[in-house]
């Protein structure tokens, strides 16, 4: 999941660099929301291992 918001952050920026205002920002909302889900999905990976 780390990989799809490093993905949408590298879309945002190229089409913020080509003008394209909507698709960038889009893109960048999309790499946020990934970046905190894959960020609690690690927490709780890290703390589910070592309750077993």
């Known amino acids: 999941m780390f ?3 490093i993905i ?3 879309v945002a920026l190229l ?3 080509l003008g394209l205002s ?3 920002g889009m893109s960048k909302d999309f ?3 990934l970046l905190v889900v ?3 999905f690690a927490v709780i990976g890290f703390i589910s291992r ?3």
């Open 3 to 5: 990989r799809w918001a």
């Open 22 to 24: 909507g698709v960038a």
């Open 50 to 52: 070592g309750k077993i």
């Open 8 to 10: 949408f952050a590298v």
């Open 38 to 40: 894959a960020a609690i």
């Open 15 to 17: 089409a913020s660099l």
């Open 31 to 33: 790499a946020i929301i």
